[in-house]
């Protein structure tokens, strides 16, 4: 027998449940659909188990690609500053850390999970887990959607698939993207999207760890330093940050190169693409080749290891100095100045070409997704099918690391919910 719903709501992520939220507010009976066996799994995975849930800094300009009308008509409905009102609502404290970013005043991503969590049981909000939905159809009396029960990951013996009904007069898809498919990241979501007549554009990982040509970095795996960095590619420069950067076995991860890994991506598909690391920003060039010489001087009897202690990190200055062509047994006095040149160079500009990203099992966002021409950006309501919301990963907008991404979700799904709720 098929149950009837006011909204039904695709997927328990971010946006799926904020939207659950709004519009059990608006008096709507509502049902999430989530094909995991908790809803909220993702969000305990963001900032690091912290939740970095939103920026106090959200602008059109942290999202990408450039979609600043859509995007001004959004936050003039729902003003960047509600998102954290909305948790307060919930009962939330929250913090500002660095560069704007806000967390759960407890550090714990589980707090925000819960406060959803105990915002949709004291509404009667059902919430049906390990339910997959696998089509979406719009007829006379609003929506029919087909699902089966899900099987846990941990159920090595596949029971019998039963097939689930369910009939609503609105739909919200808040399915999510397929990053991070270990903890339940899918792209089923774009299939309804299609078989609904919308246009999907082409997905590719996104805020994902850069690989890269140089083997050296392997020597450097674990190391974490403060850098400006510069990416370049068809003789321009294609993005600059500052940020951590942190050398891994395969090329190059942390805050700074996972800004510019979208820019990088889109670059390799038309030549090759290098990201320049400037070590010291805080030294203009000559400035920092004085600062070497000086140091010179007062290790000249000593190795040079000695003179590289304290400058920054000792496998970086040993990386360095073999791009250089320094023999760290020399003394620092007898090092040729041609050498000197070479090493303050190298950390002033350590230069790697960039080969590819790694896949959606270690990216944070999708990019690519639902044309953002079909889509309402007050509501999120679709322009080719009455009744229909798309929020979240499932659309072709993403943002920044730093909270904007999990921001948007927020503020999709809120607006979604409220507009669905309207009969």
């Not at 849930?53 to 936050?75: D, E, G």
């Not at 997905?203 to 970095?217: D, G, N, Q, Y």
């Not at 000249?300 to 290891?305: D, L, M, N």
Request: include cysteine.
């Amino acid at each position: 027998m098929e149950q009837k719903f006011d909204v039904i709501v695709v997927g328990g992520g971010a946006s799926g449940l904020a939207a659950a939220i709004e519009a059990s507010r608006g008096g709507a009976s509502v049902l999430v659909l989530e094909k995991n066996h908790v809803a909220g799994r993702k969000i305990l995975s963001t900032g690091a188990g912290k939740c970095n849930f939103s920026n106090v800094r959200v602008t059109p300009a942290a999202y990408h690609p450039p979609s600043a009308s859509f995007l001004k008509r959004t936050f003039a409905a729902l003003p960047p500053g509600e998102v954290a009102r909305f948790f307060g609502g919930l009962g939330l404290l929250s913090v500002e850390g660095e560069d704007g970013r806000l967390f759960p005043r407890s550090m714990k991503a589980q707090d925000v999970v819960s406060a959803l969590d105990n915002e949709l049981g004291a509404r009667g909000v059902q919430v049906r887990a390990l339910t997959e939905v696998t089509a979406v159809r719009r007829d006379a009396a609003g929506f029919l959607l087909e699902a089966s029960q899900a099987r846990p990951k941990w159920q090595k013996a596949a029971p019998k698939s039963e097939k689930l009904s369910f009939r609503a007069s609105r739909v919200i898809l808040a399915c999510g993207g397929p990053c991070y498919p270990q903890i339940g990241g899918t792209s089923a979501g774009y299939g309804l999207l299609r078989g609904l007549g919308h246009s999907v554009s082409p997905l590719s990982p996104a805020i994902v760890p850069l690989k890269t040509r140089e083997t050296f970095v392997k020597d450097l795996d674990g190391v974490r330093v403060q850098a400006a960095l510069f990416l370049t590619g068809g003789g321009r420069t294609l993005g600059e940050t500052k940020g951590e950067l942190l050398f891994t076995a395969y090329g190059v991860s942390g805050p700074g190169p996972l800004d510019l890994s979208r820019a990088a991506a889109e670059a390799l598909r038309k030549g090759p693409v290098h990201l320049t690391a400037d070590l010291f920003p805080e030294y203009g060039p000559a400035e920092f080749f004085a600062l070497l010489e000086c140091r010179t001087k007062t290790f000249a009897a000593r190795p040079f290891t000695h003179f590289t202690c304290g400058l920054t990190n000792e496998k970086v200055c040993r990386a360095a100095a073999r791009l250089a062509g320094i023999n760290e047994a020399m003394s620092a006095g007898i090092v040729p100045a041609r050498a000197l040149r070479a090493f303050a160079e190298v950390l002033k500009g350590l230069r790697v070409e960039i080969t590819g990203t790694l896949g959606f099992e270690d990216a944070m966002v999708t990019a690519g997704g639902c044309d953002l021409g079909e889509i309402d950006p007050v509501t999120f309501g679709s322009k080719k099918v009455p009744g229909l919301h798309v929020t979240g990963e499932l659309l072709d907008l993403d943002g920044n690391s730093g909270g904007f991404n999990l921001h948007l979700a927020w503020t999709s799904g809120i607006l979604a919910g409220r507009a669905a709720a309207q009969k």
